[in-house]
C-alpha cells in the first residue's frame, strides 16, 4: 500500500513538473525572439541603450501576447489590432519621430509573421 502511495505521489509531482517546464520553455522561446528582434531594430532605428532596453521590453510582451494568442481556444475579436496597438503606443513613446518611421518599416517587414 505505502509502495502504491508513493508512486501515486510521484506520478502527481512528474505531472506538475512538466507543465512548469512548459511555461518556463515558452518563455526562453519568448525572450529569445524578443532578443532577436531588438537587436535587429537596434540595427534599423540606431537607438541608444536605455532605448534598446525599453525596446525589448516591449517586444517581449508582444511576443508574449502574440504567442498566447495562438495557443488560445478562442480570440476576442479585436485581440490582434489590440496588441499591435499596444506595441505602436509603447515605441512612440520610446522612440523620437525618425525611429519611429524606421520602426514602421521594419515591423511591416518582420514582426507582422511573429
Do not use: H, P, W
Not at 70 to 98: F, H, P, R
Amino acid at each position: 500500500m505505502k509502495k502504491i502511495f508513493t508512486l501515486g505521489l510521484f506520478v502527481f509531482a512528474m505531472f506538475l513538473g512538466t507543465g512548469s517546464l512548459m511555461a518556463q520553455s515558452n518563455k526562453i522561446e519568448v525572450n529569445k525572439k524578443a532578443s532577436e528582434q531588438t537587436e535587429a531594430l537596434a540595427k534599423v532605428i540606431k537607438c541608444d541603450n536605455n532605448q534598446k532596453d525599453q525596446v525589448y521590453l516591449a517586444l517581449q510582451e508582444f511576443t508574449q501576447a502574440t504567442l498566447d494568442l495562438k495557443n488560445a481556444s478562442v480570440v476576442k475579436e479585436g485581440a490582434v489590432e489590440k496588441i499591435k496597438t499596444l506595441l505602436d503606443t509603447k515605441m512612440q513613446d520610446i522612440l523620437n519621430e525618425t525611429q519611429y518611421e524606421r520602426y514602421e518599416a521594419f515591423y511591416e517587414e518582420n514582426l507582422k509573421t511573429l
